[in-house]
């Protein structure tokens, strides 16, 4: 049977539109009430539910929430796509081994929340995109599958920048197969 995916994003989300069109998503959270995600996942009529963790006590409760609806929706795997927050132990420990990241860098080279950036700053001849699965740090988890993206001698941030987000469409669909998830209208 097919996996049930879950995507996390807080912002724009235009990975999570390319998986959305591929795949079955069962909802869409962000942790961000004004993601430009919610208007994609509006329109691409998936579910989608926010919690700021500003509205609970403390991030066990917030993320208790998140785990929560993660159960209620028998989700198999949770697929961060541009999801900002670290997950915390509370998330990490019911779903450990469930959870997946992209990252716009060629790891363990250039981790954190400016990957791209930081490759371009670095003047580096090529960076790249991987997916790995999510542990307690900072994208450290274990790399189930890489692209390398060259840095062009005539690219420019923004060209570079878009290079990369095309090698991530096509590396995310890629390894979703590869983890099981069948693609909408696959045949039984
Ligand atoms: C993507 O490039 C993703 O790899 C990156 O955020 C972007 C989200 O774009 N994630 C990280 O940097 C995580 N460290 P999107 O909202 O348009 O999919």
Redesign the pocket.
Known sequence: MSKKIAVF?S??????QVLAEAFPVEFVFSDKPQAY?LERANRLGVPSFTFELKDFDNKVAYEQAIVDLLDQHQIDLICL??Y?KIVGPTLLSAYEGKII????AYLPAF???H??EDAWKAGVAESG?TIHWVDAGV?TGQIIKQLRVPRLTDDTLETFETR??EA?YQLYPEVLESLGVDRKNSPL
Not at 11 to 16: E, Y
Not at 101 to 104: R, S, T
Request: net charge negative; proline share 8%.
């Open positions: 994003a912002g724009s989300g235009s990975n999570f995600v796509a541009g900002m990241n992209i990252h716009p981790p954190g929340a990957g791209i995109v994208d990369i987000h991530e």
